[in-house]
């Protein structure tokens, strides 16, 4: 199983060519953070921040299988608040987690942050990949599923 969480549409395109790579079924991790436009965004993460109560994912899944992975872009250097909250909430004892980051920049030291992130979950840690996506434009889906392939 492929579960994606974007704001824009970048990690969708990263979850929906891996999921037709793998011919896995891809399922959006939603949060109330969706669709706001960028003020919307600022504001609703501002009160997030200064009230304590943090990202949510409003629709969970269950039944998770042995081995998921996990598309999120990376914000402010380490994975969203929302893929966040699911890590720390789905009950992932028993599931193989890998990761598939996005990020303007393709910096290593978001990778091992992350993995360093997955250690601490109640999971199996798997592999972590990083795709840069500068420009908030990611690439051609074609050349997405090339790369996917050579590293899988």
Request: hydrophobic share 40%; charged share 25%; glycine share 8%.
């Amino acid at each position: 199983m492929i579960l994606y969480y974007t704001r824009g549409k970048k990690t969708k395109v990263f979850a929906e060519a891996l999921g037709e790579v793998l011919g896995l079924e891809v399922y959006e991790l939603e949060s109330d953070l969706n669709n706001k436009g960028n003020i919307g965004f600022i504001f609703k993460a501002l009160s997030l921040v200064f009230s304590g109560k943090g990202y949510t994912v409003s629709n969970m899944p269950e039944n998770l299988p042995e081995e998921i992975f996990l598309c999120t872009p990376i914000w402010g250097g380490q994975v969203a608040g929302p893929p966040r909250f699911f890590l720390e909430n789905a009950d992932l004892k028993n599931t193989t987690v890998n990761l598939l980051l996005t990020a303007n920049m393709p910096v290593d030291k978001y990778k091992e942050d992350a993995m360093e992130l997955l250690y601490k979950m109640q999971c199996k840690p798997g592999r972590a990949f990083i795709f840069a996506t500068s420009n908030k434009v990611p690439p051609e889906i074609e050349t997405i599923k090339e790369q996917l392939r050579e590293i899988l």
